[in-house]
């Protein structure tokens, strides 16, 4: 979500008690899709069924078109999301904290290593 965001960026999300807006940075997953994708919400539409869900159009802020290609590669005909599968809206963020896990993904052997420094750190401060 550049240049909002970049890679290694700690995201803090929570689930709104109020209604989305046109504007907010979300999180959400689509069915089939591992990764959740963080995007800008670019309109907003309220049923008028009584259930009163939303329904989301979200775009990149470095994408030139909305995400609406994006939600029917995984489920055809689809033009919306809708506030049921957003994890959560971003309220601040960290930046570059991520990074350490991105490592330690990439890198197995940094996992290895930073546990073991925690067990000596244990085992030689113990009283």
Known sequence: ????????????????STDFQVGD???YTLEGREIPIVHRVLN???SLDG???????TKGD?????????????????LW?????VVGKVYGYAPY?????IAMTD?????????GGLGLFALLTRE
């Not at 550049?2 to 709104?16: H, M, T, V, Y």
């Open 1 to 16: 979500m550049e240049p909002a965001f970049g890679r290694g960026d700690l995201l803090f999300l929570a689930k709104p």
């Open 51 to 57: 259930d009163a869900k939303q329904y989301l159009l």
């Open 62 to 78: 470095n994408n030139r078109a909305s995400d609406y290609a994006l939600y029917g590669e995984y489920q055809p005909g689809k």
């Open 97 to 101: 904290v991520g990074y350490l896990t």
């Open 44 to 46: 907003v539409h309220t």
């Open 25 to 27: 940075i979300v999180v």
């Open 107 to 115: 890198i197995p052997q940094l996992k290895v290593m930073l546990l």
């Open 81 to 85: 999301i809708t506030n049921d599968e």
